[in-house]
Every structure is written in structure tokens, then in C-alpha cells.
């Protein structure tokens, strides 16, 4: 039973954190209405699937794995369904080792047919189709296909004619922009119109810089999993067996590179394969999903809770034991490959949680290369010192040696764990407005997270799995308490609304704030048309600022650069400030079809709304994005992305404020 916990708890987190290379969709879908007399017809959704993949039908337990195919009606406009759709063949049915159950599927192609009933003389139909397929090497996520059918009937003499809408058309521009408001006096299309940029309006490109950041922050996980009690003593005895092996000391330096690079290899290899399983776009939505938030948090959560020895999370025995018996077989360079095989499986309960907080992480910056580049960071550094103790042996000799300070490690790595699983439960809060984790409620949990790991620094007490509190205390350990009860100090004030630029990435924005002695912000409209007309109505330029909830680098510009002095002065005596938040879940008051790319796309929400905006009008969809615009909608500053030199966002304002007056 602990074995298949384990096992489910590993595929949840690698399933879940995978992001990246392009995979075509393999199911194409159409739809069309078959009339069989005046009033009866039939909606037929026919799905193409690609070779060699499979599509999982309506059959499928939700709750055993795959997400099976299911049809949702959104808009029954002049008729009546009868009964349940029918697909044109049986489903293949066959046992799955992964899901430890019978699953069933379609193969090359299939046709669902649901029949209905027309009430009224013009009717219109709306259905969203989720679905889900495999093949034997990667998975698509749960996709779903819009469906607009619309037709006419010829109703009974006797029979009331019920009014419907003739067809469903594409929205214009007044029909996106329109809601429940009404707006002052503003040229709707000129406003959304798309921007033109001239040669010296900059483009910046962060993700170069986002990527350094997983490297690094891998990097340091990796040198971070080293000390702990499944990884440190392994050193040694790996060395001391290539050393003894070797028939010269260039054949052991040898082995033990091949060995290292065995190692990065495989987790190179990991980090390509999470990236392989998803589209590209996937892993924004993921990095914004409050679903897949909460699921982070409740990851993170699980793996701290296994630091503070509640349990062990590891992989199967059999596993390790086959690439043991492997490499005992084997001989050469594939021999060695199998030992660091063994080596990442036997170290998982260890490394396991490291990697699953560091490809979360990866996932959340949206980037499609991070988990290679995370997994490629974390593995060199897992290598470097096999590599380095091989070369000079005798640095072992002043090596620490294995001991209880290896689960002081655990410990403090189970502490940053659960403060950083509260990052992505504010995610989600955010996205949705619950308020349940604003931001002194947020603050008060780190105060306590970090105090509580200060003290435990400081021996005054024990998890029961690594036995009673020692009192006595190295030095080492006295430092790391001191900064840890000095960070706790540190977060108090932010508490009444001191802006913590040294967390703002982290922390909820102070907008959250209940109570702020540090001052209130500018007004921020959080819908363009009302900022717009306002902007004409002050006389002042507009400061656009595409955000998001699950937008790390947004609150960092926020806290570091938007929240300084002068820049706050600046904008708030010279701007209208528009924020529009690209994954708000705010519901609009009915969906909006736009054309795009050739294919009609539905906007649900605000978010996706401002989302297209930004799309339609600047060309872009990364986070942060600011643009100084006039009134009449026009680019006259920027784009400016993620940065944080202050001068250079001073001179992107002060370049859109010469150029409105001009």
C-alpha cells in the first residue's frame, strides 16, 4: 500500500509540473447538423485522431486517471436534446499497468451523434467538448474544442414559432469592449486599434534573465541536496570504489566524470521529458491555473510534512534493485550510467521533494525551457563533487563527515517548504478574490514559519522522528538561527503596510492590505475603457500595466521599481493608471466571440478579455508589460517588460510624458 502511495504521489507531481515543447494537437474535430425531417435532427461531432494515438471515451472513472470525454451543453437556443449521445463504434477496452485499470479509448477516428428535437423555426447550439489522449510516450492535457452549430427547422402549422438567434457571428470590436456600462464619449476602434512601434520604441526580453534565475536557484537546490543523509554519504563510498577500481589514477578520474555526467544526463533527460508532455501554451495557463496552485500548495505542504519525518516518500525497492543488478551486469560506460541511475532512485526520499519545489517552481515562471534548465542546474551541481573528490582524493579527508546535521538540513528545508507552498495558495486566492490569504494574514504565517525555524535552530525543540532537542549548538547553526529570527523581525513591519521590497516577489501586493500606515497607492482603474475616458477627461497620458496574479516578476517591478519614491510620485502626479490583470476569472456578463488567427475564440472572463487585448492591440502576452499610451489610444511610450533599474523605468515615464505634452 505504501508503495503505490508513493508511486501516485511521484506521478501527481511529474505529470502535473510538466510543461513545454510544441506537441500538435492529435485530434481534430468537426461538427455539422443532419436534418431527418422537419423538426428531428442530429448533431454530429466527428474526431480525427492521429496514428499511433489514442482518445478516452466517455467510459473512463474520472477518479481512477484520464480525464474522459465528456460534452457540455452551453446554449440550447430552439431545441431539446433527446437522450445521450452515441458514438459510431465500440470502444477498445484494455488493461492499464499505470492506472492499475481497465481503460477504454478510440483509435483513428470516431463519430458522436446526439439527436434533438426543434422548438423553434431558427435554433442555435453551443457545446464545449473536454477530452483527453495518449500515446505510448506522451499525453496531451485535458483540451477542450468549442462547438457553434446553428440551422433552421420547419415547425408544425399548429406549433408556436419560439424566437432564436439566426447565427452566431464573430464579435466587432464595440461588442468586445461593451458591457454592462455605459461608456462616456470615446472612438471605441480607435482605441483598440493595434499600435504601430517605430525603431526606437525598445522591446525587452526577460526570459533570458528568468532563465538564470531557475539555473541558479536549481543550482543551489542541488548543492542543497548534497547534505542530505541520502546523497552526503554516498560520496565516499562512490570515490573510494572508482579509486579502488581503476587500474590508474587517469582511469579513475575518468570513471568518476562519466559518472557525473551519467548524472546530469538523467536528470537533463527528466527535466526534457516534463518539458515534452505539454504544449508550450500550457505552461502559462499552468502558472496562473488556481487549480494547478492549489495543487502546488497542497504538494508542498505533503513534502515538508515528510522533512519533519512524518514519513518518507520513495520510490519503489524493486526499482533500485533492477538498476543495481543492472550495473552489475554490465561493464564499461553503461555501468556506470546504471550506478547513477541507482544513485537518483535510492537518494529520492531526499531529493524527491528538492526537485518537485524546484520544477514547480520552473513550471510557475511560464518559461517552456525551464525544467530542462532547472534539471540541468540541479544535476551539476549533484556531480560536481564526485568529479572534484575523484581528482583530489584527498579532500575527503576534511570533508564533514555523515551525522545528525543532515537532518537539521531536512528540517530547515521542510520550514522554507511550507513558506513557499503559501506562495501559490495566494495565487489562486488572488485570481479569485476569496481574501483568505491577504497580505498580513500572509505575513503573520511567515512571522511565525521563520520564528518557529529559529528556535528550532536554536535547540529548543524536536521533531520525535530525529529524537529530543540538543541544546548544545554549533556555530554555524547560531548564525543561521540569528538570520532567521532577524528575517522574522524584518517581515513585522509589513504587517502596517511597509512595502518588504526584499520579499515583494513572494508576498501578496499591498493592495491586499487592510491596514497601511505606510500610506495608500494611485488609483488604478482595472478596466480599459473606464481608464481611457478618464484619461481624456483629466488630460493626462495612460500608464497601462498588464499584470497577473500568478506574475512573480510583477511584483517585483511592484515592489522594487513602481513602489520606490520618486517613481511613485512620478506616476501618481503625471498618469492614469491602468492595470489590467491577465488571468482575473471574473466572469464577463455573457461570453464574446472574436476572430483571431482564423478561428473564433471565446473570451469567459475578464482575463481573457484583457488577455486578448493585449494580444490584438501591442502584439504581446507576457508579464509584466507597461505602455504609456494618449488618450486617443496611441503608443507614445515604450514597451518597457521586466526590469528593475529604476532609472531606466524613469526615463520610459518621463519619455511618454514629453511626448504627450508634444
Given at each position: 500500500?505504501?508503495?503505490?502511495?508513493?508511486?501516485?504521489?511521484?506521478?501527481?507531481?511529474?505529470?502535473?509540473?510538466?510543461?513545454?515543447?510544441?506537441?500538435?494537437?492529435?485530434?481534430?474535430?468537426?461538427?455539422?447538423?443532419?436534418?431527418?425531417?422537419?423538426?428531428?435532427?442530429?448533431?454530429?461531432?466527428?474526431?480525427?485522431?492521429?496514428?499511433?494515438?489514442?482518445?478516452?471515451?466517455?467510459?473512463?472513472?474520472?477518479?481512477?486517471?484520464?480525464?474522459?470525454?465528456?460534452?457540455?451543453?452551453?446554449?440550447?437556443?430552439?431545441?431539446?436534446?433527446?437522450?445521450?449521445?452515441?458514438?459510431?463504434?465500440?470502444?477498445?477496452?484494455?488493461?492499464?499497468?499505470?492506472?492499475?485499470?481497465?481503460?477504454?479509448?478510440?483509435?483513428?477516428?470516431?463519430?458522436?451523434?446526439?439527436?434533438?428535437?426543434?422548438?423553434?423555426?431558427?435554433?442555435?447550439?453551443?457545446a464545449t467538448i473536454r477530452y483527453s489522449a495518449c500515446n505510448n510516450e506522451n499525453c496531451i492535457p485535458p483540451t477542450k474544442e468549442t462547438v457553434i452549430l446553428s440551422g433552421t427547422a420547419k415547425l408544425p402549422a399548429a406549433q408556436p414559432e419560439k424566437a432564436a438567434p439566426d447565427t452566431i457571428e464573430t464579435a466587432t470590436l464595440d461588442e468586445v469592449i461593451a458591457d454592462d456600462e455605459v461608456k462616456p464619449e470615446v472612438d471605441a476602434d480607435r482605441l483598440w486599434a493595434p499600435v504601430t512601434y517605430s525603431d526606437s520604441d525598445t522591446h525587452d526580453d526577460y526570459s533570458s534573465t528568468s532563465l538564470w534565475y531557475i539555473f541558479f536557484a536549481c543550482f543551489i537546490g542541488g548543492f542543497v541536496a548534497l547534505l542530505t543523509p541520502c546523497v552526503w554519504p554516498m560520496i565516499p563510498l562512490t570515490v573510494s570504489f572508482f579509486l579502488k577500481k581503476g587500474k590508474s589514477r587517469?582511469?579513475?578520474?575518468?570513471?568518476?566524470?562519466?559518472?557525473?555526467?551519467?548524472?546530469?544526463?538523467?536528470?537533463?533527460?527528466?527535466?526534457?521529458?516534463?518539458?515534452?508532455?505539454?504544449?508550450?501554451?500550457?505552461?502559462?495557463?499552468?502558472?496562473?491555473?488556481?487549480t494547478c496552485n492549489i495543487i502546488f500548495f497542497l504538494l508542498l505542504v505533503v513534502f515538508a510534512i515528510s522533512?519533519?519525518?512524518?514519513?518518507?516518500?520513495?520510490?519503489?525497492?524493486?526499482?533500485?534493485?533492477?538498476?543495481?543488478?543492472?550495473?552489475?551486469?554490465?561493464?564499461?560506460?553503461?555501468?556506470?550510467?546504471?550506478?547513477?541511475?541507482?544513485?537518483?532512485?535510492?537518494?529520492?526520499?531526499?531529493?524527491?521533494?528538492?526537485?518537485?519545489?524546484?520544477?514547480?517552481?520552473?513550471?510557475s515562471t511560464g518559461d517552456k525551457l525551464g525544467p530542462a534548465v532547472g534539471m540541468f542546474g540541479f544535476s551539476l551541481a549533484?556531480?560536481?563533487?564526485?568529479?572534484?573528490?575523484?581528482?583530489?582524493?584527498?579532500?575527503?579527508?576534511?570533508?564533514?563527515?555523515?551525522?545528525?546535521?543532515?537532518?537539521?538540513?531536512?528540517?530547515?528545508?521542510?520550514?522554507?517548504?511550507?513558506?513557499?507552498?503559501?506562495?501559490?495558495?495566494?495565487?489562486?486566492?488572488?485570481?479569485?478574490?476569496?481574501?483568505?490569504?491577504?497580505?498580513?494574514?500572509?505575513?503573520?504565517?511567515?512571522?511565525?514559519?521563520?520564528?518557529?525555524?529559529?528556535?528550532?535552530?536554536?535547540?529548543?525543540?524536536?521533531?520525535?522522528?530525529?529524537?529530543?532537542?540538543?541544546?548544545?549548538?554549533?556555530?554555524?547553526?547560531?548564525?543561521?538561527?540569528?538570520?532567521?529570527?532577524?528575517?522574522?523581525?524584518?517581515?513585522?513591519?509589513?504587517?502596517?503596510?511597509?512595502p518588504l521590497k526584499g520579499v515583494s516577489a513572494f508576498v501578496p501586493p499591498l493592495y491586499t492590505q487592510d491596514f497601511n500606515l505606510y500610506g495608500g497607492g494611485f488609483t488604478e482603474y482595472d478596466d480599459y475603457d473606464e481608464g481611457m475616458a478618464a484619461a481624456r477627461k483629466e488630460g493626462k497620458p495612460v500608464l497601462i500595466d498588464f499584470s497577473g496574479y500568478g506574475c512573480v516578476n510583477c511584483r517585483k517591478m511592484e515592489g522594487k521599481v513602481l513602489d520606490d519614491t520618486n517613481v511613485h510620485a512620478m506616476i501618481e502626479n503625471n498618469f492614469v493608471v491602468i492595470k489590467l490583470m491577465v488571468d482575473e476569472k471574473k466572469s464577463l456578463p455573457e461570453p464574446v466571440y472574436v476572430e483571431e488567427n482564423g478561428k473564433k475564440v471565446r473570451l469567459d472572463t475578464y482575463g481573457d478579455r484583457w488577455s486578448y487585448l493585449q494580444r490584438?492591440?501591442?502584439?504581446?502576452?507576457?508579464?509584466?508589460?507597461?505602455?504609456?499610451?494618449?488618450?486617443?489610444?496611441?503608443?507614445?511610450?515604450?514597451?518597457?517588460?521586466?526590469?528593475e533599474n529604476i532609472p531606466k523605468f524613469t526615463m520610459f515615464l518621463e519619455k511618454g510624458i514629453k511626448n504627450y505634452k508634444e
Open positions: 500500500m505504501k508503495r503505490k502511495i508513493a508511486f501516485f504521489i511521484t506521478l501527481i507531481y511529474f505529470s502535473i509540473l510538466s510543461a513545454s515543447a510544441q506537441i500538435v494537437n492529435p485530434v481534430k474535430w468537426t461538427s455539422s447538423i443532419e436534418m431527418t425531417d422537419g423538426v428531428h435532427g442530429t448533431i454530429v461531432l466527428s474526431a480525427k485522431i492521429n496514428s499511433g494515438w489514442h482518445m478516452y471515451s466517455h467510459d473512463v472513472d474520472p477518479d481512477i486517471g484520464p480525464t474522459p470525454l465528456s460534452i457540455q451543453w452551453d446554449k440550447l437556443d430552439g431545441v431539446k436534446l433527446d437522450g445521450d449521445f452515441k458514438a459510431d463504434k465500440a470502444v477498445h477496452t484494455e488493461f492499464d499497468e499505470l492506472f492499475g485499470a481497465n481503460l477504454s479509448w478510440w483509435t483513428e477516428s470516431v463519430v458522436l451523434r446526439q439527436p434533438f428535437t426543434a422548438t423553434a423555426a431558427k435554433f442555435a447550439i453551443e587517469a582511469r579513475s578520474v575518468t570513471d568518476a566524470f562519466v559518472y557525473g555526467l551519467s548524472i546530469i544526463v538523467i536528470y537533463l533527460l527528466l527535466g526534457l521529458l516534463i518539458t515534452a508532455i505539454f504544449g508550450a501554451s500550457s505552461l502559462n495557463a499552468l502558472s496562473t491555473s488556481a522533512f519533519f519525518g512524518a514519513f518518507d516518500i520513495k520510490l519503489p525497492a524493486s526499482w533500485a534493485n533492477k538498476m543495481d543488478s543492472s550495473a552489475e551486469r554490465t561493464t564499461g560506460l553503461l555501468s556506470i550510467f546504471f550506478m547513477a541511475f541507482t544513485l537518483t532512485l535510492v537518494s529520492f526520499s531526499c531529493t524527491g521533494p528538492i526537485i518537485g519545489t524546484l520544477l514547480v517552481e520552473a513550471a549533484l556531480a560536481i563533487p564526485f568529479c572534484l573528490f575523484a581528482m583530489f582524493p584527498s579532500l575527503l579527508q576534511s570533508a564533514p563527515r555523515s551525522g545528525g546535521w543532515m537532518n537539521t538540513v531536512k528540517v530547515v528545508l521542510g520550514f522554507i517548504e511550507l513558506a513557499l507552498s503559501l506562495k501559490f495558495l495566494s495565487v489562486a486566492d488572488l485570481a479569485y478574490g476569496w481574501h483568505i490569504l491577504d497580505r498580513e494574514t500572509f505575513l503573520a504565517l511567515w512571522i511565525v514559519i521563520f520564528a518557529l525555524l529559529g528556535m528550532y535552530l536554536l535547540g529548543k525543540f524536536n521533531f520525535s522522528h530525529y529524537g529530543p532537542a540538543n541544546s548544545s549548538i554549533g556555530t554555524v547553526r547560531f548564525f543561521l538561527a540569528m538570520a532567521s529570527l532577524s528575517f522574522s523581525v524584518y517581515l513585522v513591519p509589513g504587517l502596517w503596510g511597509a490584438y492591440k501591442f502584439n504581446a502576452n507576457a508579464q509584466p508589460y507597461y505602455v504609456i499610451l494618449n488618450d486617443d489610444g496611441e503608443l507614445i511610450s515604450g514597451p518597457f517588460s521586466y526590469d
